[in-house]
């Protein structure tokens, strides 16, 4: 099994949010994963310029780190997502990945993957964060298994146990994939994702002939 750690925190070792991130790793490799780390702020990725050649062909043409990345996410059965808040949000090194992520989300192509978001914020928003990533998880086709949000004015002893919270969040990941657990609501929404990209496509499927193909042979188109 296979688990890919993301980091989006410019701060490198001194990030807060590495901690807990690190934290989350040795309870998945505690589980029995198998984990790479990413410090996304460490690669080349560019704006999305939306010229929507990955709807056509499904590879994106601008040459930087994201094919890489995208890679590699796509042959992970699991994914840790770690930021802080930036302005009640993502960072934008960590938006920038995602806007590069349209064609996944039309394809759906995170289907049967599973998740888990982790941030740090100075005095709150790790809420908003949560929620954002969490249904940006959902909507590319992924199931999301939990989240830890840790608010570093709240102290270094809060933090500590947040920090058992993440080890226990990498564990529970493992198990959600081992166990190719179900959560009822998501499916839900999973199944509504597929009714409407499958409407896109199709209402646009000379411009999106890869998109078109794809979710063809997935069934999902008749
Ligand atoms: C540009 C910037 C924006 C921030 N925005 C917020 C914010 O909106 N809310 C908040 O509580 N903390 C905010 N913070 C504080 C960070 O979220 C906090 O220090 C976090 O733990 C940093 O994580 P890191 O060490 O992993 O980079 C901000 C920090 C920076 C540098």
New binding site residues.
């Given amino acids: 099994m296979k688990i890919l750690a993301i ?1 989006a ?3 490198g070792k ?5 901690q807990l991130v690190e934290a989350a790793i040795a309870g998945a490799a505690d589980a029995g994963a198998q984990i790479e780390y990413l410090d996304i702020c460490r690669y080349d990725i560019r704006y999305c310029t939306g010229c929507g050649k990955c709807y056509q062909t499904g590879e994106c043409p601008i040459q930087d780190d994201y094919a890489d990345i995208l890679s590699k996410m796509q042959n992970a059965d699991g994914l840790i997502i770690g930021t ?5 949000a993502v960072t934008a090194q960590l938006k920038t990945m995602l806007d590069r992520m349209a064609d996944i989300i039309h394809c759906q192509a995170f289907t049967r993957k599973y998740g888990i978001v982790i941030t ?6 790790t809420d908003d964060v949560i929620s954002y990533l969490g249904n940006t998880l959902q909507v590319l086709g992924a199931n999301m298994c939990g989240s830890v949000g840790a ?2 004015a709240e102290g270094p002893e809060k933090f500590e146990q947040q920090k058992n919270e993440a080890t226990k969040m990498g564990k529970i990941l493992v198990n959600a994939i081992t166990n190719q657990i179900e959560f009822p609501e998501q499916e839900e929404l999973h199944a509504q994702m597929r009714v409407r990209m499958s409407a896109l496509v199709s209402a646009n499927r000379e411009n999106m002939q890869h998109e078109y193909q794809y979710l063809k042979e997935k069934g999902w188109i008749e």
């Fill in positions: 980091n925190s410019p701060r001194n990030s807060n949010t590495l802080p808040v930036y302005i009640n740090t914020g100075g005095g709150g928003g608010i570093m």
